[in-house]
């Protein structure tokens, strides 16, 4: 009787509950609203400090990849202890968002190379263990030796970057010639552009592009340094940004079932990646 009671006083919060509506696609990326406090102070680190040489020495320090010889699965795991401080939308660990982020994609019916995009383009978040700075792993990317876009982040917050004193850095195209192509420019150093170096020799050339590129949202969002885009780049952008709204509109807080989906995701890594790969 008492548990009819009480089933019959929380019924309408439940079904209140049930009738919420999902996150609108527009309260994503949200950089005015975001209640993480955590995400301004993460740019304006990021906007003072990635220089041109700061990337050319990460570039130097992480090509060779001799920090480590990991499985893809063990860094998932190893992930899973990190919450990515430069998201607005998203506090919880990244095992989760890799999930949430592959299995929208394989409920849409994608090729398995792109499931598995989706599974590990967050893993070179590896760079945190290597004791990174989280303005120098996560956040949005942008290229470096030319004038930075308005459109970028946070771009305000460039105003004590020390590249804007050099004035070659400073003209549209900087240091690189029009229509030269991405894979000439170079870019903030982050997750991105660490693990393509890792898994560049494994993927299709689509998966190893979005990877490459997927944080650099002034380019594939916002259409901005399109005199520095070779027509492969052109091709390749539909890709980037098929694969951003998994990587975007995927996030919720509820949680995947990391047990029940581990032997799916283990199969797929071991059809593109030998056990270890060097990191
Ligand atoms: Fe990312
Ligand atoms: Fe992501």
């Not at 409920?107 to 398995?112: A, F, I, L, V």
């Amino acid at each position: 009787m008492i548990v009819m009671k009480i089933v019959g006083r929380l019924l309408p919060l439940f079904l209140w509950i049930a009738w919420l509506p999902a996150k609108q696609q527009e309260n994503y990326r949200d950089y005015e609203q975001t209640d993480r406090a955590c995400v301004q102070e993460l740019y304006r680190l990021n906007h003072i400090n990635q220089t041109v040489d700061f990337v050319l020495q990460k570039k130097k320090e992480y090509a060779s990849l001799a920090k480590s010889q990991l499985g893809m699965w063990e860094v998932l795991e190893k992930l899973n202890k990190l919450v990515d401080d430069s998201d607005p939308d998203l506090d919880l660990p990244q095992l989760v968002h890799a999930l949430q982020t592959a299995e929208a994609i394989r409920k849409d019916g994608h090729p398995r190379w792109l499931i598995l995009t989706g599974l590990i383009h967050d893993c070179g978040k590896m760079l945190f263990y290597f004791d990174e700075p989280q303005w120098a792993v996560v956040g949005d990317t942008f290229p470096v030796g030319c004038a930075f876009s308005d459109k970028i982040v946070h771009a305000n917050l460039f105003a004590n970057n020390p590249d804007l004193n050099n004035p070659t850095y400073q003209t549209l195209t900087g240091i690189y010639t029009p229509h030269c192509g991405l894979n000439k420019v170079h870019m903030s150093w982050g997750h991105d552009e660490y693990l393509y170096y890792v898994v560049k020799d494994y993927l299709p050339e689509q998966a190893a592009y979005i990877i490459r590129y997927h944080s650099f949202y002034a380019f594939h969002k916002e259409n901005e340094y399109a005199h520095l885009l070779s027509e492969h780049d052109r091709e390749m952008l539909k890709w980037v940004k098929l694969f951003n709204k998994y990587d975007l509109y995927s996030k919720s807080p509820e949680q995947p079932v990391v047990t029940a989906l581990k032997p799916y995701y283990q199969k797929l890594i071991a059809e593109f990646f030998p056990k270890k790969i060097a990191w």
